[in-house]
Each structure stands twice: as structure tokens, then as C-alpha cells.
């Protein structure tokens, strides 16, 4: 039997932008999905269901992908909301292959990286590797084309490079606002890629949102929350732009923002969540709930994947 977990992330900086190789800050969290894995005799179920692409997608790409054709009984707890843009999908990619490649012996970084970001490719149709490489790593991470100190692993696809590094943020108080909408990744990823290919235009907010997130980075390293916010909130409206946010997260981002440095939607959008930077969490949790959200006050999380429990 082996148990691994991961953790959700928090994209602060650059969704969207980072699916061209724009950069993009995200950190982990404290909330983690756990996949627990043995043999088992005839097929593999998950949750006692049996394994289907159109419910286990994620899992079923996880097994394609190590090789692994022994029948497993796969168990998965999750205290990460999905269709949240906190980063579930990652999770659940990150800890079945963490189990997967411990099962087989091998358990090299760089590679589940590599294919935790192709099968979040293959299942939403377009990806970056900054929801992946954030739950693998832990901590907080910085996704460029360029490469900088602080190298991870770099993962190429289709023309595009992705360098992902450590980086160093303060210890800063967040809070999500749920809206309670699902969202999938996919789609909203399709609809700007349609904008983007269309119109010089969207190729522009892009490029402001990727300049924006090396402010943001300097701004991180420097320690200065009021610049952080700041750069929060043009984020969120530059991606108001490009047509991924909703009436509702506008509303939570506005409610939020009476007791915050700054919020901005976080992670694909439509739906989904935003994510405000204060020192007041209770009053923002307040303010979410009354604005009908749901509140997540959250800690950053060091450790990305772990290997939780093995035996034989
Ligand atoms: C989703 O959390 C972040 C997006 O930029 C997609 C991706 O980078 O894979 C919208």
C-alpha cells in the first residue's frame, strides 16, 4: 500500500498569460488531495467505482502514462473544493502519480512533472505547467519562458519552454472566495486562445499581464504588500478583459477588497474563485460570506508532493 499527497495552489500572478510563457507566481497551500494505492485482484476501481475516463481522467491518464497494468484499488480524500481554481485537478495528478512511480520504484522530480503537465495538457486541451509544477514543488513558484536563479526543471512543448524556479515569498494572509460556480479549465483556456489568435488586442493584455507579473515579482521580493495588492487588482481587471471573469467574482473581488491590499480572481476563472492578500482574514471571510461566497482563510504550504505511507 502506498499514500501520497499534494497540495492545491494559488496562482497571485499571471494566469492565462503563462499558457503563452508569459510568467506567472503561484504558491501552494494548506489544503492537500490524499490518493492512497494497493494491488488489488481483478480491476481497478477508485473510490469503489470502477476506473472511467469519464469520471477518473486525470487517474486513467496517471495509469496510462507510468505503465503501471497491475488492478489497483485507488482511494482519494480531498479537502481542496473542485472546479475552484485551487489547483484539484493538479492534486489529484500530482499524488496518483507520486503513488504510481513509488509502486514502480522510481520517483524522479523532473520526470512526474513532465507528465503531470502532459496529462493536464491531454485532459483540458491546453495547459501551462504552473498548476502542476506548484503542487509537485510546494512553496511558491515562478513560471517563465526565461530562465532565471533558482531553476526547478524547464518542460518544452509545442515550440513553448516553460522554466519553473523556486521562488522566496513574504509570509502573506490569504483568503479565497469561492463563488461556488464550477468552471473547468479547459474551456476558458479555448476561449482566450480564440481571442489571442483573433486579435492583437488580447496578444496586448496579454503582454501587460506578463509584465505585470515581473512587477509583481520584484514587489515579492521586496516585501512591499501595498504593491502586491495593487498589482491584485489591475491583474484582476486585466483579465476581466480577456473575458474570464464573472458578475460574481467581480462581486466577491469588490467585497473582499474593502479589508484587503488587493483580489483578483484566481486560476482559470469563469467561476471558481478569487483570492484577496490582507491582514484582516476574518473581515474578509465576513465580507465573502455576506456577498454569498464561500471563505477559505489559508497558509501557504512548504511541502508539495509526500510520500505519506508505504508497506508491502
Ligand atoms: C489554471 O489554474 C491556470 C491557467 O493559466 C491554465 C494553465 O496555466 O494551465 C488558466
Redesign the pocket.
Known amino acids: 500500500m502506498i499514500s501520497c499527497s499534494a497540495p492545491g ?1 494559488v ?1 497571485l500572478f ?6 503563452y510563457g508569459k510568467p ?1 507566481i503561484a504558491l501552494a497551500v494548506d489544503r492537500r488531495v490524499r490518493c492512497k494505492m494497493s494491488k488489488a485482484n481483478e480491476k481497478t476501481t477508485v473510490n469503489g467505482y470502477d476506473i472511467n475516463y469519464q469520471h477518473h481522467s486525470y487517474i486513467l491518464k496517471c495509469i496510462e502514462k507510468t505503465g503501471v497494468s497491475d488492478p489497483l484499488k485507488i482511494t482519494t480524500v480531498s479537502d481542496l473544493p473542485s472546479g475552484a ?1 485551487m ?1 484539484s485537478s493538479a492534486a489529484i495528478t500530482v499524488s496518483t502519480l507520486g503513488g504510481l512511480y513509488n509502486l514502480k520504484g522510481f520517483s524522479e522530480l523532473e520526470s512526474i512533472a513532465k507528465d503531470a503537465f502532459q496529462i ?1 495538457y491531454e485532459v ?1 486541451g ?6 502542476t509544477s506548484t503542487s509537485l514543488h510546494g512553496s511558491a513558484v515562478m513560471v517563465y519562458e526565461k530562465e532565471m536563479n533558482n531553476l526547478l526543471w524547464t518542460i518544452e512543448k509545442d515550440g513553448k519552454v516553460w522554466n519553473v524556479h523556486h521562488i522566496k515569498i513574504p509570509d502573506i494572509h490569504i483568503v479565497i472566495g469561492d463563488t461556488g460556480i464550477g468552471a473547468p ?1 479547459g474551456p ?2 479555448e476561449k482566450v486562445r480564440r481571442f489571442y489568435s483573433k486579435s492583437n488586442f488580447a496578444k496586448e493584455v496579454i503582454e501587460d499581464i506578463g509584465n505585470l507579473v515581473l512587477e509583481g515579482r520584484k514587489a515579492l521580493e521586496e516585501e512591499d504588500l501595498h504593491k502586491i495588492g495593487k498589482l491584485m487588482n489591475k491583474n484582476h481587471k486585466l483579465l476581466s478583459i480577456l473575458g474570464v471573469s464573472h458578475p460574481k467574482l467581480n462581486g466577491l473581488v469588490k467585497a473582499a477588497k474593502r479589508y484587503s491590499y488587493g483580489a483578483k480572481l484566481t ?3 469563469g467561476g471558481g474563485s478569487i483570492v484577496a492578500l490582507t491582514e484582516h482574514p476574518e473581515k474578509v471571510a465576513s465580507a465573502i460570506e455576506e456577498r454569498g461566497g464561500t471563505p477559505y482563510i489559508l497558509d501557504s504550504s512548504k511541502n508539495g508532493l509526500k510520500v505519506e505511507q508505504t508497506s508491502k
Open positions: 495552489k496562482i499571471g494566469e492565462h498569460a503563462v499558457v506567472a481554481g489547483g493536464e483540458q491546453g495547459a501551462s505547467p504552473i498548476d479549465t476558458l483556456v486560476g482559470a476563472g
